[in-house]
């Protein structure tokens, strides 16, 4: 169809197309010819604009097709809103036990030297990782691991990562491992070497303690620590602690703690038990077994009566006497030394 009209730029003819696109097109036309009949028509003032807007306003088409797909649903007060769909509302649902048998099978460990001991020794048992951006090229190795097998990783800030780990000390980085379980000890005396020091820990249970006694126990070849409670080993502030040490310690579950050192004992070690407050040899007078079991107690109290008189060795660390005791990690990395020199030297 076509048309004409005269304007100040003389007679204009103007045809009409029927436009096969979508509403969204033909709204963008209406636009712009609305935008040129503004520019080519000026609007009255005062209350003949008014009566202009209003004529206009009512000539307006409405289309139902012109709807959105936006549009406010209006519901009571306090009536809940019901999706439109069939997929997951609310709060998804966490079977209680399941969450207790991660807890009690992950732990959390942090430090770099701690994870890079980690991720060398047992990468198969991480199962999730964080970072912050300044580490990452220290563990580059770790990262294409964690991509070619799957392991979610996370690159995070600083504040970030202390929520993932529990605590502002951890070094930049944190992984989420599978536990490791404690040994029986006849596990352990079955592939003990010719020459071998154990250590066992009467109610020591600092993770930092723990953790510098790890550390000792890999620098002098000692590799398997009997505790009542193998669990407190891979704790997050003990492996950070150990520098990487954890890694090369086996924890020996000791059910009953005497009985334990008996089946030991059975099998040839000699039990060497320790204290600062009662009597017995100095360490730099005592002559060290090849394979014993070195005891040692809280800092605080020492061993038990009963323990300390089960030794087949009782000894002591000579000193000024200025304080009363040596801390327990302290006095371990000492005697580990002492044994150190005498039998693999």
Same mark, same amino acid.
């Given at each position: 169809?076509?048309?004409?009209?005269?304007?100040?730029? =003389?007679?204009?003819?103007?045809?009409?197309?029927?436009?096969?696109?979508?509403?969204?097109?033909?709204?963008?036309?209406?636009?712009?010819?609305?935008?040129?009949?503004?520019?080519?028509?000026?609007?009255? !003032?005062?209350?003949?604009?008014?009566?202009?807007?209003?004529?206009?306003?009512?000539?307006?088409?409405?289309?139902?097709? %012109?709807?959105?797909?936006? /549009?406010?649903?209006?519901?009571?007060?306090?009536?809940?809103?019901?999706?439109?769909?069939?997929?997951?509302?609310?709060?998804?649902?966490?079977?209680?036990?399941?969450? #207790?048998? *991660? #807890?009690?099978?992950?732990? /959390?460990?942090?430090?770099? $030297?701690?994870?890079?001991?980690? !991720? *060398?020794?047992?990468?198969?048992?991480?199962?999730?990782?964080? !970072?912050?951006?300044?580490?990452?090229? /220290?563990?580059?190795?770790?990262?294409?691991?964690?991509?070619? $097998?799957?392991?979610?990783? &996370?690159?995070?800030?600083? %504040?970030?990562?202390?929520?993932? @780990?529990?605590?502002?000390? &951890?070094?930049?980085?944190?992984?989420?491992?599978?536990? /490791? $379980?404690?040994?029986?000890? %006849?596990?352990?005396?079955?592939?003990?070497?010719?020459?071998?020091?154990?250590?066992?820990?009467?109610?020591?249970?600092?993770?930092?303690?723990?953790?510098?006694?790890?550390?000792?126990?890999? &620098? !002098?070849?000692?590799?398997?620590?009997?505790?009542?409670?193998?669990?407190?080993?891979? @704790?997050?502030?003990?492996?950070?602690?150990?520098?990487?040490?954890?890694?090369?310690?086996? =924890?020996?579950?000791?059910?009953?703690?005497?009985?334990?050192?008996?089946?030991?004992?059975?099998? =040839?070690?000699?039990?060497?038990?320790?204290?600062?407050?009662?009597?017995?040899?100095?360490?730099?007078?005592?002559?060290?077994?090849?394979?014993?079991?070195?005891?040692?107690?809280?800092?605080?109290?020492?061993?038990?009566? @009963?323990?300390?008189?089960?030794?087949?060795?009782?000894? @002591?660390?000579?000193?000024?006497?200025?304080?009363?005791?040596?801390?327990?990690?302290?006095?371990?990395?000492?005697?580990?030394?002492?044994?150190?020199?005498?039998?693999?030297?």
């Amino acid at each position: 169809m076509n048309d004409s009209y005269s304007g100040k730029s =003389g007679k204009v003819k103007v045809m009409y197309v029927r436009n096969e696109d979508n509403n969204d097109n033909r709204k963008d036309n209406d636009r712009r010819k609305n935008g040129d009949n503004r520019k080519n028509n000026k609007r009255p !003032f005062g209350k003949g604009r008014e009566q202009s807007d209003r004529r206009r306003d009512n000539e307006r088409p409405t289309r139902s097709d %012109e709807r959105s797909p936006w /549009r406010t649903v209006s519901r009571p007060e306090g009536e809940p809103l019901k999706p439109e769909h069939s997929g997951i509302s609310g709060k998804s649902y966490i079977d209680p036990e399941q969450l #207790r048998r *991660q #807890r009690l099978e992950e732990t /959390r460990i942090y430090g770099e $030297n701690a994870c890079q001991a980690m !991720f *060398q020794n047992r990468p198969d048992a991480i199962v999730r990782a964080w !970072f912050v951006q300044s580490i990452t090229p /220290r563990f580059r190795d770790a990262l294409k691991w964690m991509a070619a $097998n799957r392991k979610a990783y &996370h690159v995070v800030d600083d %504040e970030e990562l202390t929520k993932a @780990s529990g605590t502002e000390h &951890h070094g930049g980085v944190c992984f989420l491992i599978k536990k /490791r $379980n404690g040994i029986d000890a %006849e596990t352990y005396l079955q592939q003990a070497p010719a020459k071998d020091c154990v250590l066992a820990l009467e109610n020591v249970g600092n993770p930092h303690n723990l953790g510098a006694i790890m550390r000792s126990c890999a &620098h !002098f070849g000692v590799q398997g620590v009997i505790l009542q409670d193998t669990a407190m080993l891979e @704790s997050g502030a003990a492996v950070r602690t150990a520098e990487g040490g954890a890694e090369h310690i086996k =924890g020996i579950d000791a059910d009953g703690f005497t009985a334990t050192l008996n089946k030991f004992r059975d099998e =040839g070690y000699s039990i060497v038990t320790t204290s600062s407050h009662k009597g017995s040899t100095t360490l730099a007078q005592a002559t060290l077994p090849e394979k014993m079991v070195l005891v040692l107690g809280q800092e605080s109290d020492g061993l038990s009566d @009963s323990t300390w008189e089960d030794g087949d060795i009782r000894l @002591s660390i000579g000193g000024t006497g200025r304080v009363e005791s040596l801390n327990v990690s302290v006095a371990t990395g000492i005697m580990l030394a002492e044994w150190w020199r005498q039998n693999k030297v």
